[in-house]
């Protein structure tokens, strides 16, 4: 598998250097895979009743916080299918919130969630593995920033990986 070069600064917006930073020393596309397996080892033992659990009201259940990763995960793939292609278009943000209250995750069993993001992330490994160093390169806008495609890999691994940590420590502690 093709290793995806480092972010350079510049390359994304600065809030996203939270997201970055734990995975500059990583095998970006070795880590994607990797957190299949631990969604999986914290979402597969729990049965619908415990995916519904809030930690706080007001907060997002299990599975609205996997269908929030699922969301975001395409977003981020479409960015950079979009700017990895040359579309000159200005690509939008998101109203995270909105998007979990108008998709009702807590309709769709959490085995079917899971699998989705398996796929998906399947899916978002093979894209980036595939990609030129031209296109790793290539800049554009979203959301009003200027993004360029080698730093979504490590955005993706980077929130995922902050949502994973929250559902560790706030959804599944006693």
Do not use: C
Not at 45 to 70: C, F, M, Q
Not at 137 to 143: D, E, F, I, L, Y
Request: proline share 7%; net charge negative.
């Amino acid at each position: 598998m093709p290793s995806i070069p480092q972010p350079l600064a510049g390359d994304h917006a600065p809030y996203y250097g939270k997201y970055i930073e734990p995975f500059l020393e990583s095998d970006i596309l070795v880590a994607l895979a990797a957190q299949i397996g631990e969604a999986q080892d914290l979402l597969q033992p729990l049965d619908e009743t415990a995916a519904l659990h809030r930690y706080a009201p007001n907060k997002w259940s299990v599975k609205e916080l996997l269908g929030h990763l699922i969301d975001t995960e395409r977003l981020f793939l479409y960015r950079a299918t979009s700017i990895a292609r040359s579309d000159p278009a200005e690509l939008p943000g998101m109203d995270e919130d909105a998007w979990v209250a108008a998709a009702d995750f807590d309709r769709i069993p959490l085995a079917d969630l899971l699998d989705e993001f398996i796929n998906l992330r399947r899916s978002t490994v093979r894209f980036f593995a595939a990609l030129s160093p031209e296109a790793l390169t290539r800049a554009g806008t979203a959301n009003g920033n200027r993004i360029v495609v080698r730093a979504i890999p490590y955005i993706t691994a980077g929130h995922a990986a902050h949502h994973l940590e929250v559902l560790r420590t706030r959804y599944l502690t006693p």
